[in-house]
């Protein structure tokens, strides 16, 4: 026996040596052919990549190298600025051509059309624009204008500076204020600071022309600009184009260097201390400053990079496993190793306390830190990670040409700003497995000491009034002392290697009945417990499989007093854990797995939603069975709960956001509705650990209640042996439920109502709704989608660009199903307090053109050819076909049949749209409460 085990070590040590001997890791990393990348002559870069994912569309960037670190002091927020320019006005598409050009076959704005300004980059993006019409040479079109081409005009950046200004009171909060606060200590006060994308309101709203022009000239030009164009199309094709487009703009003489700000070394702990009024809960964030290279990437690149995810991950398993019990001192923590600027990454953790555990948090986290610097990681962890990382290379490398285009986008844009390798997958797995196989515990160890770096640190300290908040020397001590403590203990691995359903006998039932449904291409397997399973064979997307099952009753079926347990019920199941395993045990149950299931509660539902890989949908259906047959509910994990739940009754106290949900549902339905209440302490106090199980068991006691669907990537041979194993096999009764119509409506039919806010940053808040019962129907359905997004196209042109007085109106139509059927608009937006009642006013005034038949052709044209775009593009996700399913078994109709959409989207009339607009106007209920600033 010590023969042979000797003999097995010495050939396990030798297969390790030549693994190592294969690895060269000064070898460039391999390249992804299918992605076609070159240089113009005048500097600018392309790349191509063709893939159907999304059948007849393509999207289009073009990568600005251009951000706010580049402006001025008088610039600052003109980077920003300009982004926004360009979407007003170029030299093919003037005014808002380019919005109007793009919105007429379907697109967005917002969605499908946008861009992004960060302090490196500034990124332009046209999503999933169909490829017909010659769309493809529109779209070059307009990267190509906005390359070189903005138009800039005063009339336009005066109307701009409006909406920048409300685009900024939109994102000022509590959050914003304290983050802008620790910026120079993150960034060591260095040029960061000073250059925050979103600028100085003093600059946006005086700068000159010639200020932006300039900016514009310098920076936006070739050589510092990329396109790339991914999506149906043929490569060579788009490349000539590009080529005869692109070439002929001139390459800028004598530009200006494009500099790169590095962060300076700090050899001591920076430190701040951030309150805000509108904070009322506490966080910490440690942070370690590394060095970020920009050379050729290696496979010794790859290496490091695994090496340091995988330490980071399995520090991020402890330390959340510790926080799931009731003892901890913290909420939730995160550790993360990231990139934070050009030169810089950083390995950043978060820590969430307990109220006033400020310390004792710190102290906790960064023992675990300090527990994996000092011993390195447990075999068992590290043998999981590999398990865990080999699989999630398995499920990207099945979905390969499945990958959305932003999946694609992505590593382009790394690729370009900065020059990390646009790597083969497949190639890129094989050596990844070489360097699982020579993998040592020491050099996880070494890679965990090295990113715990003694210099470089900074701490922001998110403190409470009144509250003991860690100091700077607390945390430096606290930081030290445990550096010197020898008595961390190394961490001790419980893993049981145990499955799933260790332990547990199940006793298969059968299928009675296979129906065929030829209009669907799907089957219904009657189970031989009651259970129907309606399933659909679709490989639209590789390797992914998602299952649905839903039952009337939900919450209108649970007592007025139990509401607040029924809204914790989800929470505490998932929290608990499954069958005989916590929380904590159940991610290494499920390690190598892609599979996640969860229950959920709703106004007339229960559900059961899921997803997997192929290979996994058998634990897909286990961990069904077992949230049927064996769900957990854990006190421990209760206790956990209510501790969030604390932390979370705290922190919305003082939340402007959550002032203002709470001001709409007592506007709405008084101060004591009895089920439409706010979050409140009585409202806590009503969670009960008993009342939440009895809730679970009674909405989940029958499966037969429910109907079960699964679509995707499974044969039916595969399918078939797990349905009788898993699903066959669950207790069921012959009861049935329904929902019921608790009647909570509003107060009146009419509430017009100002609420008043103490805020830190004086911004109102409209909030418009209308809603009228109508019958429920495909079409009334499609109608009242196309009243909202007219109404939407309408306001974005006179609140957002007429007035410049909201950076993003919200409109939203529905028409609900359950339990009556309403049809339901609502506009929604910040603004300036002196321009609310005006922005108010408009809003009506649009709401009643509509109503009185003034609609525009184009309006009505773009909502109806983006209806059948959406569609079009949405048959090639798995999504469409469980809807597909569950309209028709729930709804009765074939959503595929013309007759159930193109028919009716095709005929939609201005006059149904205004007929509609003047029902719910005249006929239905409404309210307008805006909320405006509290003056002292």
């Known amino acids: 026996m010590r023969n042979t085990l000797a003999t097995s070590m010495i050939l396990l040590l030798f297969a390790h040596s030549l693994s190592a001997q294969r690895l060269d890791l000064n070898k460039p990393l391999p390249i992804e052919k299918s992605i076609k990348k070159g240089v113009l002559p005048n500097g600018l870069t392309y790349y191509i990549k063709s893939t159907d994912v999304v059948k007849d569309a393509a999207t289009y960037y073009i990568i600005q190298n251009v951000g706010s670190m580049l402006e001025n002091d008088d610039q600052q927020g003109l980077a920003h600025f300009l982004e926004h320019m360009a979407f007003n006005g170029t030299e093919n598409f003037p005014g808002k051509g380019i919005l109007n050009t793009l919105q007429k076959h379907g697109a967005v704005f917002g969605k499908d059309i946008n861009a992004y300004t960060s302090f490196d980059e500034t990124v332009y993006n046209l999503n999933n624009i169909p490829t017909k019409d010659g769309l493809v040479d529109t779209c070059l079109t307009i990267l190509h204008d906005w390359c070189n081409y903005l138009s800039l005009t005063e009339e336009e950046i005066d109307a701009e500076r409006g909406v920048i200004k409300e685009e900024w009171r939109t994102r000022q909060s509590g959050r914003m204020r304290l983050y802008r606060a620790s910026m120079p200590a993150t960034f060591n006060h260095s040029r960061y600071v000073e250059r925050f994308p979103i600028g100085l309101?003093?600059?946006?709203?005086?700068?000159?022309?010639?200020?932006?022009?300039?900016?514009?000239?310098?920076?936006?030009?070739?050589?510092?600009?990329?396109?790339?164009?991914?999506?149906?199309?043929?490569?060579?094709?788009?490349?000539?184009?590009?080529?005869?487009?692109?070439?002929?703009?001139?390459?800028?003489?004598?530009?200006?260097?494009?500099?790169?700000?590095?962060?300076?070394?700090?050899?001591?702990?920076?430190?701040?201390?951030?309150?805000?009024?509108?904070?009322?809960?506490?966080?910490?964030?440690?942070?370690?400053?590394?060095?970020?290279?920009?050379?050729?990437?290696?496979?010794?690149?790859?290496?490091?990079?695994?090496?340091?995810?995988?330490?980071?991950?399995?520090?991020?398993?402890?330390?959340?496993?510790?926080?799931?019990?009731?003892?901890?001192?913290?909420?939730?923590?995160?550790?993360?190793?990231?990139?934070?600027?050009?030169?810089?990454?950083?390995?950043?953790?978060?820590?969430?306390?307990?109220?006033?555990?400020q310390q004792a948090a710190f102290e906790e986290v960064l023992t675990e830190v300090q527990r994996a610097v000092k011993h390195g990681f447990a075999q068992p962890e590290i043998d999981r990670i590999i398990k865990e990382f080999s699989n999630r290379y398995e499920t990207d490398i099945s979905k390969k040409d499945d990958q959305p285009h932003w999946a694609i986008i992505r590593p382009i844009l790394d690729n370009y700003l900065s020059n990390e390798t646009i790597t083969d997958l497949e190639k890129e797995y094989e050596l990844a497995k070489q360097i699982f196989a020579t993998l040592s515990a020491k050099e996880l160890h070494d890679v965990i000491k090295k990113l715990y770096a003694k210099k470089n640190r900074y701490s922001n300290v998110t403190g409470v009034e009144g509250n003991n908040n860690l100091t700077e020397q607390q945390a430096n001590e606290i930081l030290t002392s445990l550096a010197n403590d020898a008595s961390i203990a190394p961490y001790r691995d419980e893993s049981s290697g145990k499955t799933l359903l260790s332990g547990l006998k199940i006793k298969q039932g059968s299928i009675k009945e296979v129906v065929e449904n030829k209009d669907l291409g799907a089957l219904t397997y009657v189970l031989s417990n009651g259970i129907k399973v309606h399933y659909k064979f679709t490989d639209n997307e590789k390797n992914k499989v998602d299952f649905n099952a839903i039952s009337h009753g939900g919450e209108s079926l649970i007592a007025a007093e139990d509401l607040p347990s029924a809204g914790a019920m989800s929470n505490l199941v998932q929290m608990s854990g499954l069958g005989d395993y916590s929380a904590t045990e159940l991610p290494k149950i499920l390690a190598g797995k892609t599979v996640w299931v969860g229950p959920g509660l709703g106004e007339t539902?229960?559900?059961?939603?899921?997803?997997?890989?192929?290979?996994?949908?058998?634990?897909?259906?286990?961990?069904?069975?077992?949230?049927?047959?064996?769900?957990?509910?854990?006190?421990?994990?209760?206790?956990?709960?209510?501790?969030?739940?604390?932390?979370?009754?705290?922190?919305?106290?003082?939340?402007?956001?959550?002032?203002?949900?709470?001001?709409?549902?007592?506007?709405?339905?008084?101060?004591?509705?009895?089920?439409?209440?706010?979050?409140?302490?009585?409202?806590?106090?009503?969670?009960?650990?008993?009342?939440?199980?009895?809730?679970?068991?009674?909405?989940?006691?029958?499966?037969?209640?429910?109907?079960?669907?699964?679509?995707?990537?499974?044969?039916?041979?595969?399918?078939?042996?797990?349905?009788?194993?898993?699903?066959?096999?669950?207790?069921?009764?012959?009861?049935?439920?329904?929902?019921?119509?608790?009647?909570?409506?509003?107060?009146?039919?009419?509430?017009?109502?100002?609420?008043?806010?103490?805020?830190?940053?004086?911004?109102?808040?409209?909030?418009?709704?209308?809603?009228?019962?109508?019958?429920y129907n495909v079409k009334n359905k499609l109608v009242t989608q196309a009243l909202g997004d007219i109404l939407k196209l309408r306001?974005?042109?006179?609140?957002?660009?007429?007035?410049?007085?909201?950076?993003?109106?919200?409109?939203?139509?529905?028409?609900?199903?359950?339990?009556?059927?309403?049809?339901?608009?609502?506009?929604?937006?910040?603004?300036?307090?002196?321009?609310?009642?005006?922005?108010?006013?408009?809003?009506?005034?649009?709401?009643?053109?509509?109503?009185?038949?003034?609609?525009?052709?184009?309006?009505?044209?773009?909502?109806?050819?983006?209806?059948?775009?959406?569609?079009?593009q949405a048959k090639n996700k798995n999504k469409y076909a469980m809807d597909l399913l569950t309209t028709f078994y729930r709804d009765g109709y074939n959503r595929d049949e013309a007759r159930n959409f193109e028919d009716i989207v095709n005929k939609i009339s201005k006059e149904e749209i205004q007929a509609l607009a003047k029902d719910i106007q005249q006929n239905g209920r409404s309210f307008e409460i805006v909320f405006k600033p509290k003056k002292d």
């Open 201 to 357: 309101m003093s600059v946006v709203e005086n700068f000159k022309y010639k200020t932006l022009r300039d900016f514009y000239h310098d920076w936006y030009r070739t050589d510092l600009q990329a396109i790339a164009v991914v999506g149906d199309i043929a490569v060579d094709e788009v490349e000539q184009k590009i080529k005869e487009k692109f070439s002929h703009i001139p390459a800028v003489k004598n530009p200006r260097k494009r500099f790169v700000v590095d962060i300076p070394d700090n050899e001591e702990l920076l430190y701040s201390l951030g309150m805000d009024p509108e904070i009322s809960t506490s966080a910490i964030e440690f942070g370690i400053r590394h060095k970020k290279s920009i050379k050729d990437q290696t496979v010794a690149d790859l290496r490091q990079s695994l090496l340091e995810d995988m330490a980071t991950s399995m520090l991020s398993t402890r330390i959340s496993d510790k926080a799931q019990k009731p003892e901890a001192s913290y909420l939730r923590a995160r550790i993360s190793y990231r990139s934070m600027t050009r030169t810089s990454n950083a390995f950043d953790i978060r820590i969430f306390p307990k109220p006033d555990k």
């Open 605 to 775: 539902i229960e559900s059961m939603t899921g997803s997997s890989t192929t290979k996994d949908v058998e634990t897909l259906l286990q961990m069904v069975y077992l949230y049927f047959e064996r769900p957990r509910f854990d006190k421990e994990a209760f206790k956990v709960l209510q501790s969030n739940i604390d932390q979370y009754l705290i922190g919305r106290g003082k939340d402007i956001r959550e002032q203002m949900r709470d001001g709409i549902t007592t506007t709405l339905y008084g101060e004591n509705h009895p089920r439409e209440r706010v979050f409140d302490q009585d409202y806590v106090n009503a969670i009960s650990f008993d009342k939440i199980k009895s809730i679970y068991e009674s909405r989940f006691a029958n499966p037969a209640d429910f109907e079960f669907y699964i679509v995707g990537d499974i044969e039916q041979q595969q399918l078939q042996p797990l349905l009788i194993q898993y699903i066959a096999s669950l207790p069921t009764t012959a009861d049935k439920e329904s929902y019921k119509d608790n009647d909570t409506d509003w107060k009146s039919d009419r509430i017009d109502e100002d609420v008043f806010l103490a805020m830190e940053t004086p911004k109102a808040n409209v909030n418009i709704s209308l809603k009228k019962e109508i019958p």
């Open 795 to 872: 306001i974005t042109e006179t609140v957002r660009e007429q007035e410049g007085g909201a950076y993003s109106p919200g409109v939203s139509s529905r028409l609900f199903k359950e339990p009556k059927t309403l049809a339901y608009v609502a506009v929604s937006f910040d603004c300036d307090p002196d321009m609310a009642d005006r922005l108010v006013g408009i809003v009506h005034k649009e709401i009643a053109k509509i109503a009185n038949g003034e609609i525009n052709d184009d309006d009505l044209n773009k909502t109806l050819t983006n209806f059948l775009k959406e569609r079009e």
